[in-house]
């Protein structure tokens, strides 16, 4: 019922992105998943995020139902964001696009995208953990989570960071279909194999079960 279809925030206005971006450069900008991750992940991307390419810099947001992550990569400088989300939104804020997986697929394969040339980052926040589970309507696929990171890092300029937050546990790996999945010793390292760890979680306790603790989601940030 959710793939393809409209997204439950569907309509993105620039006075509401105005407004987060003001929250998030006051350090109080409350999204999904509280006023802490989201002043973890601007933080992040303000001493991770900016690169001396000495021109407008591009980013991908992947998975975003609300602009919270869009209004904190704008706040700290990104001149695009391209969202691309399981349903469809409509956002009057020309500096945001937002695509479908199944357009972006066709577009980027097809050479018709602007953002096939590589994006200068990709974010990801409480995202990667979900593709292959059903959840959202997509197809199984036990692989899904691995898939849409090959993919990701097809459309990442080289040089260019991935920002990703998902679920992890110092001592154990876990799928909770079709929910989510949780990543160990074990998935970790197979989910980021073909990145350069540039930044790892150091805020943040690992362990215990993380199923319904959202502070075990810290930001690893990622260089192609």
Known sequence: KYYGKTAKLSKWSTSHINTMIEQAEKGVLHGPYGIMHARMLRETLMTFGSQPTGRPMRALVVGSEHPWVEAIALSVGFAHVTTLEYGSIECADIRIDTVLPSDFRRAVLEGTFSGSRGFDAVISFSSLEHPGLGRYGDAINPYGDLIMLARLHCV??????????????RDFDGIYFNAHRIYGPVMLPQLIANWQQVAGPKEFPLGGDVLFSRINQPVLVLQK
């Open 156 to 169: 990442t300029k080289k040089g260019g960071r991935l920002f990703l937050g998902v679920p992890m546990a």
